[in-house]
Each structure stands twice: as structure tokens, then as C-alpha cells.
């Protein structure tokens, strides 16, 4: 009888282990999909600036079709992005064609006081700290999760359920540093040859002729 009782308690609490370990990483998958509709809100939000973005600097800098053109392709990637790990990439692109297109609006003057420029700026600035807020927390879930279904004895359970480790959103490091811009070639010409030759300090004049005796 004795048996009989512990047999039962065994399978009492392997049971209430499996019942708690399932439902432990259902609520940690749940948790990461959530957390991702955060960044996923904010990365929507960014793209969807950006075809009046690309319209405004068209208006004044019509020529720089390569860095418009790359804003464009970056954004479509971002679009058509299918799991974390491509929208982080595409994210990371997305900024670094943006910090391209507002270097470049440097020399834009016009451009630069636009309103309409101004705060789209902002609001693309806006955005990115917000997707940067809601990728530490995503992150955060992520790395629990992942735990959760990696360490022994829950490892198991994963397996027998096909619970997989999810991405994280990678923010890379060129993402986060500036790009800088050379607008030297970029220039006029005449205002080229201007610095030029302000660049070049004037001839030293030519010495005076040696007096006969003077060594």
C-alpha cells in the first residue's frame, strides 16, 4: 500500500511538473511575440515616413539619387522582413542610409530649413528611440525564454514540444555610430577651385642674389 501511495505521489508531481514546465515556456513564447509587437508598431511607424521624407529632399536635392535610392531599398527590406533577426538587420541599414541622407541635407541650406524636413527628422529620430526602448525589452524576454528552453530538465520538455529558441534584435555597431559625409567632391567648381586655392599657400618669393663678397 505503502508503494502504491508513493508510485502515486511520483506521478502526481512529475505531472505537476510537466503542467508548470509547459506552461512556464508557452508564457515565456507569449511574452517575446508581445514583446515584439512593440518594436514591430515603431518599425511601421518608421517606414511609413519615409516615402514623404525621400519626396521632400527630391524637391531640393533631386541629384542624390544614390542615397534616396538606398533609404528606398533599405525601407523596402524592412517591409518584407519576415523574423526578428531581418528586421533588426534591415532596421540597422535603414539607419545608416538615414544618417547618409540627413549628412548629406548639410549642404542643403534650403533643405535644412524646410519645416515639412524638420519633422520628419524628428519624428524618424522619435521613432528610433522608441524602437531602441522596445528592443532592450524584447531582448529581455528573449533571453529568458531562451534560457528556459535550453537549461536541463526543461531542455527536455522543449524538445518533445518543439519549443525553439527565438532571435534576438540586434543592434549593430556600425548602427550606432555616425557616418560622416566628405562633401568636398560634391562641390561646385568654381567654389572647388576657390578652395583650392586657398588651400595652397602663395610661392616664397625668390631670394635675393648673393652680393659678391658677401661669403
Do not use: C, W
Request: no cysteine; hydrophobic share 45%; charged share 20%.
Amino acid at each position: 500500500m505503502v508503494v502504491v501511495i508513493v508510485i502515486i505521489a511520483v506521478l502526481v508531481l512529475l505531472g505537476l511538473f510537466f503542467m508548470l514546465t509547459y506552461n512556464g515556456l508557452v508564457k515565456g513564447r507569449l511574452r517575446v511575440k508581445e514583446a515584439y509587437s512593440g518594436i514591430d508598431v515603431q518599425l511601421k511607424r518608421r517606414s511609413s515616413l519615409i516615402p514623404n521624407l525621400v519626396e521632400t529632399v527630391k524637391g531640393y536635392a533631386a541629384h542624390e539619387s544614390g542615397t534616396l535610392e538606398a533609404v528606398t531599398r533599405a525601407r523596402a527590406q524592412l517591409d518584407n522582413a519576415q523574423t526578428a533577426g531581418q528586421a533588426a538587420q534591415a532596421n540597422n541599414m535603414l539607419t545608416q542610409t538615414l544618417r547618409s541622407l540627413f549628412a548629406v541635407a548639410e549642404a542643403y541650406p534650403d533643405l535644412k530649413a524646410n519645416t515639412n524636413f524638420l519633422e520628419l527628422q524628428r519624428e524618424l529620430s522619435d521613432t528610433e528611440e522608441k524602437v531602441a526602448y522596445a528592443r532592450q525589452f524584447y531582448n529581455s524576454n528573449v533571453l529568458s525564454y531562451n534560457q528556459s528552453v535550453q537549461v536541463f530538465p526543461k531542455v527536455l520538455l522543449a524538445n518533445m514540444f518543439g519549443f525553439q529558441p527565438e532571435e534576438f534584435f540586434e543592434a549593430e555597431e556600425e548602427a550606432r555610430q555616425d557616418v560622416h559625409v566628405d562633401f568636398g567632391a560634391a562641390a561646385p567648381a568654381g567654389a572647388a577651385g576657390a578652395g583650392a586655392a586657398a588651400a595652397v599657400p602663395p610661392s616664397a618669393p625668390p631670394a635675393p642674389p648673393t652680393q659678391p663678397g658677401s661669403a
